[in-house]
């Protein structure tokens, strides 16, 4: 994940009256320190562990550590972020992902399936059919998801190293706070990959490659890691961070899209394998 830089830290500020506050005794057994917990972040469920339990400003809060995550997305949260570690929230967590994966999959083909023809378009789209018979293969190729051929090089590992030692080398120094940040983009991308950013055509090619501990930034590269980019607006919108702190994460950001801009003939392939696959509604 991207540095939320919270550090641990809580803003709520904490006084001797909330302190000294009658907690409820039923809501302090709610979630427990160093228990499994499920835990929403932006629009998914993600395992985590509850590291500190805390009475504050009248209610319980929880610090948690979001599992497999870079410790800077560790934050406080509320328990109606948290979800008991069991089966029936397990199957809340996987109905997310995959509604998720079913929205991505929606909004790639609702601005042509949907929009009305003209009558023109329909009379062009009829002559177009009877004068050429083989046309519809022809527009089924087209309509296909062309397959990024893998394990990409660079992978997105490469990228992000590439880029961190343009920024020391530019700046003159060893960029901490960019090497974080780079960090957790590696951690996010290969967490959010199977979740959000894959065609449904894109997984059986998953499967087969990111296997064992093979992590999708090692397979993967500029094509995928850009869908990231476009996901993130809607993710950060729910990382507790001050104003100061996004905007100097924004910006950050950006200077790396630059980067990749300027290196795109690189980074991204000119042209894929030639693999497609089709969906049902494809096909004549």
Not at 87 to 92: F, I, L, S
Request: aromatic share 10%.
């Amino acid at each position: 994940m991207v540095s939320s830089n919270s550090g641990g830290k809580d803003d709520s500020p904490r006084d001797g009256g909330d302190m000294g506050a009658d907690p409820s005794a039923s809501e302090s057994g709610l979630f427990s320190e160093g228990e499994k917990v499920y835990a929403y972040h932006g629009p998914l469920i993600y395992e985590a562990k509850v590291q500190k339990v805390e009475f504050r400003k009248g209610e319980w809060k929880y610090f948690v550590h979001y599992l497999g995550w870079n410790k800077n997305w560790d934050e406080w949260v509320i328990k109606d972020r948290l979800l008991k570690f069991n089966k029936e929230n397990a199957q809340k967590k996987k109905a997310l992902t995959d509604d998720q994966s079913t929205e991505k999959n929606t909004k790639s083909g609702r601005s042509t399936q949907n929009k009305p023809k003209s009558s023109n378009d329909a009379k062009a789209d009829k002559e177009d059919t009877k004068n050429t018979a083989t046309r519809g293969k022809k527009r089924k190729v087209q309509s296909g998801v062309e397959l990024v051929k893998l394990p990409r090089t660079p992978n997105v590992d490469n990228i992000l190293k590439k880029y961190l030692e343009y920024r020391t080398k530019k700046d003159n120094k060893i960029a901490e706070s960019i090497g974080e940040i780079l960090k957790g983009l590696r951690c996010y991308f290969d967490k959010a990959l199977p979740a959000m950013l894959l065609y449904k055509e894109e997984r059986k090619q998953y499967r087969e490659l990111v296997v064992d501990n093979v992590s999708p930034s090692t397979v993967y590269g500029a094509e995928h890691l850009l869908r990231l980019f476009v996901k993130l607006p809607e993710l950060l919108a729910y990382v507790n961070m001050d104003e100061d702190a996004s905007a100097k994460l924004q910006k950050k950001l950006f200077d790396f899209l630059k980067y990749l801009e300027k290196n795109q003939s690189s980074f991204f392939l000119s042209t894929y394998d030639g693999s497609k696959i089709y969906s049902d509604t494809d096909e004549e």
